[in-house]
């Protein structure tokens, strides 16, 4: 029973993939990403706001850092997200995202003195030779002639910032319980988001669009993080982070019968090598599961 928690979680995330390619056709990237945020505010303000308030004392000597991770976690990585959907796959969106733990382990020797192993050498090579694979759909000679598609280098950027975002907060280790540490980074991607919400023109709310605002403001952004963490919490880190590892083959479900996504054999060698990659990375006992405490995605 115990093991829903990491599943529903993942089933969540995965369907976010397809709401991010979704959401391409009837509402601008800059509007859904306020909105998203917006609406996890709107939620999470009753249960966080006093209790935030006051601990104001112990958690502003921390706001520049709290700021910078809204930046990587909320703006870049889920914005370059929602633009990336206007030009590329969902299935691509969930397999290049799946490359998380792998980078946050490479960004992880310089910022948190970890070593590199054997296993993440080997397990980076595949998972980027099976990247290519999939991208180049075997034309890998094309691939570095005409360049990759301008969403998949999005939702690599945003893949990147997410990575450095999960790798800060096991660096910097404040002392804010992790809804309180979500609630003030909410909090400040809406100021930085403002902007980019402004400046943006299909932003009215309708029945295409609520649906998608309120799946990624509240499953993605706080249903889906609450059952991550409780299923470290019940599980272990160790356990959980497995799971992750299913993500794109649920969603490369999910895109075949929502979106009626084509996937073809280069797909399924990608899949298969960009995931046992990161299993091959990851299973080095002195390195710990990048994905061990992520409060959202």
């Known amino acids: 029973m115990l093991y829903l928690f990491p599943i529903i979680t993942v089933?969540?995330?995965?369907?976010n993939a397809i709401i991010n390619k979704m959401a391409s056709?009837?509402?601008?990237?800059g509007a859904i990403s306020f909105y998203r945020w917006l609406v996890a505010f709107i939620v999470l303000t009753p249960f966080l706001i006093v209790p935030t308030w006051k601990n104001r004392k112990v958690i502003l000597p921390y706001l520049s850092?709290?700021?910078?991770?809204?930046?990587?976690?909320?703006?870049?990585?889920?914005?370059?997200?929602?633009?990336?959907?206007?030009?590329?796959?969902?299935?691509?969106?969930?397999?290049?995202?799946s490359l998380v733990p792998l980078i946050g382990l490479f960004l992880s020797i310089p910022l948190l003195n970890q070593k590199l192993?054997?296993?993440?050498?080997?397990?980076?090579?595949?998972?980027?030779?099976?990247?290519?694979?999939?991208?180049s759909h075997g034309d890998v000679k094309g691939l570095f002639s005409q360049g990759m598609n301008h969403g998949d280098v999005l939702v690599l950027l945003g893949t990147v910032a997410y990575a450095l975002y999960v790798v800060l907060i096991k660096r910097w280790r404040m002392p804010i319980s992790n809804w309180q540490s979500v609630y003030v980074q909410v909090c400040?991607?809406?100021?930085?988001?403002?902007?980019l919400f402004s400046m943006s023109e299909q932003v009215h709310l309708n029945q295409h669009t609520v649906p998608l605002i309120l799946y990624a403001g509240l499953l993605a952004s706080i249903i889906a993080p609450w059952c991550w963490?409780?299923?470290?919490?019940?599980?272990?880190a160790d356990k959980a982070a497995i799971f992750m590892n299913l993500m794109p083959a649920v969603t490369a479900v999910f895109a075949s019968v929502i979106?009626?996504?084509?996937?073809?054999?280069?797909?399924y060698v990608g899949m298969a090598m960009i995931i046992g990659g990161v299993i091959l990375a990851q299973r080095s006992k002195s390195t710990r599961p990048v994905m061990a405490k992520v409060p959202q995605k």
């Open 11 to 15: 089933f969540i995330w995965a369907g």
């Open 259 to 267: 979106l009626d996504e084509q996937l073809t054999f280069f797909h």
């Open 25 to 29: 056709t009837v509402i601008d990237p």
């Open 65 to 97: 850092k709290l700021m910078f991770l809204a930046m990587l976690g909320m703006v870049l990585n889920q914005s370059l997200g929602y633009y990336a959907g206007l030009s590329t796959t969902a299935l691509n969106l969930s397999l290049i995202t």
């Open 117 to 135: 192993t054997l296993y993440a050498v080997f397990g980076a090579v595949i998972s980027f030779v099976g990247l290519i694979i999939m991208l």
């Open 229 to 236: 963490m409780m299923g470290i919490e019940h599980l272990g």
């Open 188 to 195: 400040c991607a809406l100021v930085m988001l403002l902007p």
